[in-house]
């Protein structure tokens, strides 16, 4: 068993709707979590970052996470087709260790 | 230009030939690292290197070495490519605290 799980998609849905994704882990020493967004033939770039448990808001997206469900999410709302991208969840124990990935979930907005 | 580069963008080589992919660096982080990524693997951790001279494996070393001499430097050298290592390859930095990883562009790898 991975310790991050991530559904890979790809998940279809309509411009406009709220986007939830989702990542569960099993290590429940990791402390930093964070979302990465990542356009086709480009490099991951950072989108969400949380430390500890929570919900942080920035504009459109909401990350959360739940540390007794070992369970993190990030929802879009009103999503917009630029928002068409495979989403990358990663966490960590502590500010310098290693990132642990999640294998990415490609997301496709629809006009 | 600030940030990070990597070259070649797009390479193909043939099997058992040493080819090394270059990453640099203008911010002088701390922390460095070298990823794959593969269809249903997701980014996989090759080497990184928590600062200049001082480099380590991650999940997926064999086949491949680093190393850093200089804090802006951080290549990565298939010493004998095989077809198992055609990848999209991704360069990233860290500063201390390592709490955002910048990526570089990547380097699409084919052996052929």
């Known amino acids: 068993q991975k310790e991050v799980e991530q559904d890979p998609g790809p998940l279809s849905v309509p411009e406009g709707a709220i986007v939830s994704l989702n990542c569960t882990y099993s290590?429940?020493?990791?402390?930093?979590f964070m979302w990465y967004r990542q356009y086709s033939r480009k490099g991951p770039e950072l989108l969400m970052y949380?430390?500890s448990s929570g919900n942080k808001e920035d504009g459109r997206f909401t990350a959360q996470v739940d540390k007794s469900s070992k369970y993190i999410s990030l929802f879009i709302r009103d999503s917009q087709p630029s928002d068409s991208a495979t989403y990358l969840c990663?966490?960590?124990?502590?500010?310098?260790?290693?990132?642990?990935w999640g294998a990415g979930t490609k997301l496709i907005i629809k006009p | 230009d600030a940030g990070i580069t990597q070259s070649p963008r797009y390479k193909i080589t043939e099997t058992g030939r040493q080819v090394t992919l270059m990453c640099h660096q203008t911010?002088?982080?701390?922390?460095m690292f070298w990823y794959r990524q593969d269809l249903g693997h997701g980014l996989r951790l090759i080497y990184y290197?928590?600062?200049?001279?001082?480099?380590d494996k991650g999940e997926v070393p064999d086949g491949y070495v680093v190393s850093r001499s200089k804090t802006e430097n951080f290549p990565l050298t298939l010493e004998s490519a095989t077809r198992s290592q055609t990848s999209v390859y991704f360069c990233?930095?860290?500063?201390?605290?390592?709490?955002?990883?910048?990526f570089g562009q990547g380097t699409r790898l084919t052996v052929v």
């Open positions: 990233a930095s860290a500063g201390q605290g390592n709490t955002e990883a910048f």
């Open positions: 911010w002088s982080h701390s922390y």
């Open positions: 290197s928590a600062a200049a001279d001082i480099t």
């Open positions: 290590n429940s020493a990791f402390q930093y």
């Open positions: 949380t430390y």
């Open positions: 990663a966490m960590a124990m502590g500010s310098n260790y290693q990132l642990i």
